[in-house]
């Protein structure tokens, strides 16, 4: 039985070793001594002993048996050699009473090299062992801003807490967000039996993952693993059967797909203007009549954001009376969202539309299982090809905000009320800096968080003594406040000068027109697996500024002027010089921000007088918006 073993594992070697010599690849194994880095740039940490997985066995520690093995580790030297005699005895104890005796091999950059034991290696991957205990000394090479390198530092802080070490990612900060996905702290060590559950849950999932495409997407089944209990959740995924396991697997392919792209989202600056020809136009049928649902977060008497949006939907039934009829849901909690989206369906809504980011999970589970409703979320910068999101642009109206305020503080200084440190809340407090600073260049931006705990921040307002606030962008039906837009404080009493407009209406309006003449799917590129991302601005009738009657007829003429630059896209709000708190972001006098760097802007002005606050500042019910979009934890 040992010969025949010995002849099967020949012939993979060879068809190994010739595979990889025509290809222009080392055909023999890789050896840990010619690249390692030069000595004194690396350091040796013992392990001791360490369960490793087989799969991620590369090579040997040095060049004495390196020539042995074909790169796939099965043998290469003929049967009548004495290391084949020795082989043969190892698969024979292998089958009569298992290989117990611990390899002894060096980990670098998460793979593993046989420095003593490389033929038990090459028996126990022919017979298809997963791992083997091995006395194992880590090379931990010198901190460098490679990205691989930025990773396995992230792996090896993982490790210690883990001491998982089969799983891997190609994208940063991917550790720290599994460590939270399987309900752990940031420095919560785990227990045997978590590890053990990790294990049984990963190696299943994995295994259908494998198995569901053809081809596989060129990342690793860590980064695919993240993604899906990201989505549907780690308890959930462990309850799942094989079959639950493989049809979700399945399902979910697009959004494996779209992880190999670098920029996974694709932003639409515009509507879509193309249309139909005219003969496709003249042979549609009339369409039916089109059942839309909105689902809010809170109600709409105490929420101006969820007021924004019932706007959006009444104009809708007054611009489509015949053609679309709507319906909504308010009060929608995580606990409900999916039995909310469920109705939905249920009703015969062919258009969903979930309007806060902490709805995008469910949204895109909805979307997965029901495939012929169309499921979008208002949220900028995320990731799924299931759904398309939607935001505004709203920094271009900020920049106008900025604009007036610097114009009008009499002391120079301006204090903002930011609710979520969120893409999109930091470009909006970005532009109205640099708008105040283009009217008033001594103007500082005094930046305030409604969302951080323990904090008054009227009285953090006062303190600072600011001429003009910019508050909450519009008011909330039940409060009757003034206290929105950017106002002198007068007494203690808010005197507006302008706020910011969201027009859903105009948003929801022009997508709709889309679906009802043909052209939804040409957003849709078939060449790409990028997710798709609304992103509209004042070009788009979505976003706009209204001054009030107290502001000064030449600052109306300025934000005129300015407006119209804008939306005709002679000018950008972050064109120019840029420098942020920390230092130039932009020396390019002629260069502008891309619209992928402006969504993602981690950065705060240098006028800006405040800070990004990390999460554990935040008040319970910020955390979370903060945990789907939040600047700090996207950056890892």
């Keep these: 039985m040992g010969q025949s073993s010995y002849e099967k594992a020949y012939k993979l070697g060879k068809k190994d070793y010739q595979y990889r010599a025509m290809h222009g690849m080392l055909p023999t194994l890789e050896v840990l001594d010619d690249i390692l880095p030069p000595r004194g740039s690396y350091s040796e940490v013992p392990l001791g002993l360490v369960q490793i997985p087989l799969e991620q066995v590369a090579g040997t520690k040095t060049n004495g048996r390196s020539n042995a093995f074909s790169g796939n580790f099965m043998p290469i030297l003929k049967i009548d050699s004495e290391f084949a005699q020795k082989w043969i005895a190892l698969s024979e104890s292998h089958v009569n009473e298992g290989i117990h005796t611990p390899v002894k091999a060096y980990e670098y950059m998460n793979k593993f090299y046989i420095e003593e034991g490389n033929k038990r290696v090459s028996v126990m991957k022919f017979f298809g062992v997963v791992s083997a205990p091995g006395m194992v000394t880590r090379i931990v090479p010198r901190r460098t801003e490679e990205k691989e390198n930025k990773i396995y530092y992230e792996y090896m802080d993982f490790y210690e807490l883990s001491k998982v070490n089969f799983i891997w990612f190609t994208k940063l900060g991917s550790f720290q967000k599994l460590q939270e996905a399987v309900g752990k702290g940031p420095k919560e060590v785990w227990s045997h039996d978590d590890q053990l559950d990790f294990s049984s849950i990963y190696t299943r999932f994995k295994a259908e993952y494998q198995a569901a495409g053809d081809p596989i997407p060129s990342i690793t089944p860590g980064d695919a693993f993240l993604a899906f209990i990201t989505l549907y959740g780690y308890d959930e995924v462990r309850e799942k059967t094989v079959n639950e396991l493989r049809e979700l697997i399945s399902k979910s392919w697009e959004e494996f797909k779209m992880l190999e792209e670098d920029e996974e989202v694709e932003l639409k600056m515009d509507p879509n203007t193309e249309k139909k020809p005219l003969l496709s136009r003249l042979l549609q049928p009339s369409s039916p009549r089109l059942k839309v649902a909105f689902i809010y977060e809170k109600t709409v008497t105490s929420s101006a954001w969820t007021y924004a949006h019932e706007l959006g939907r009444l104009h809708l039934e007054q611009t489509f009376p015949e053609e679309v009829s709507t319906c909504y849901y308010d009060g929608v909690t995580q606990e409900n969202i999916d039995a909310t989206l469920e109705d939905a369906v249920a009703k015969g809504c062919d258009l969903i539309f979930t309007t806060t980011p902490v709805m995008v999970q469910a949204s895109v589970k909805a979307a997965i299982a029901n495939p012929k409703v169309r499921i979008l ?61 283009m009217t008033n260049p001594h103007a500082e931006v005094y930046l305030e968080w409604s969302s951080v705990k323990d904090i008054d921040v009227m009285e953090n307002v006062k303190r600072t003594n600011s001429s003009c606030i910019s508050g909450k962008d519009m008011v909330i039906p039940e409060e009757g406040s003034r206290f929105f837009g950017i106002y002198h ?50 070009s788009a009738g979505v976003v706009d500024v209204i001054c009030s009657q107290n502001l000064p007829l030449g600052m109306k003429r300025l934000v005129k002027v300015l407006k119209k630059a804008i939306c005709s896209g002679n000018f950008n709000p972050f064109d120019g010089v840029l420098c942020s708190q920390n230092g130039i972001i932009q020396p390019d006098p002629q260069g502008v921000l891309s619209p992928e760097e402006i969504v993602t802007m981690d950065w705060l002005a240098d006028n800006v007088i405040g800070e990004i606050p990390p999460e554990d500042k935040l008040e319970e019910q910020s955390r979370a918006v903060v945990q789907q979009q939040g600047v700090e934890k996207k950056k890892g």
């Design 489 to 538: 404080l007068e007494d203690g009493s808010p005197h507006n000068l302008a706020m910011p407009v969201w027009h859903w209406g105009k948003f929801y309006e022009q997508l709709i027109r889309t679906i009802m003449n043909g052209t939804w799917s040409y957003d849709d590129d078939p060449t790409t697996k990028k997710a798709i991302n609304y992103w509209w601005g004042m």
């Design 377 to 437: 979320n208002c949220s900028v910068n995320t990731m799924h090809r299931y759904i398309r999101t939607y935001y505004s642009r709203m920094h271009e109206a900020k920049f106008l905000m900025g604009a007036i305020a610097g114009a009008m503080a009499e002391n120079n200084r301006l204090s903002y009320i930011a609710d979520y440190p969120i893409y999109g809340t930091i470009a909006n407090i970005n532009a109205f800096a640099l708008g105040a600073q």
